[in-house]
């Protein structure tokens, strides 16, 4: 199995940056795509920013112009920094890679966002 471990959530006050990471390790065959989702209080988990191994990205209309997304293809990394955050950023964050076989799945980091 691919193994998910996430780093870089915490406390910031609005307006303010943070810069998440994940490293994928284990059973690799091949990541065709690694991204970040995010579940507030009383929501769905949902789509915040995806990166293809070609480089590709995409965005969520809620973060788009504020977070982006890189990746290091060799590291198995996956980045989101996180720009102009404000209180309706709360919420953890899920770090996904998905290969041709399933989709493997972090543990979560909390961002909250304080006024």
């Known amino acids: 199995q691919v193994q998910l471990v996430e780093s870089g959530g915490g406390l910031v006050q609005a307006g303010g940056s943070l810069k998440l990471s994940c490293a994928a390790s284990?059973?690799?065959?091949?990541?065709?795509?690694m991204a970040w989702y995010r579940q507030a209080p009383g929501n769905q988990r949902e789509l915040g920013a995806r990166i293809t191994s070609g480089g590709r990205t995409n965005y969520a209309d809620s973060v788009k112009g504020r977070f982006a997304i890189s990746r290091d293809n060799a590291k198995n990394t996956v980045y989101l920094q996180m720009n102009s955050l404000n209180p309706e950023d709360t919420a953890v964050y899920y770090c996904?890679?998905?290969?041709?076989?399933?989709?493997?799945w972090g543990q979560g980091t909390q961002v909250t966002v304080s006024s």
């Open positions: 284990g059973r690799i065959f091949s990541i065709n795509a």
């Open positions: 996904n890679a998905k290969e041709t076989t399933g989709d493997y």
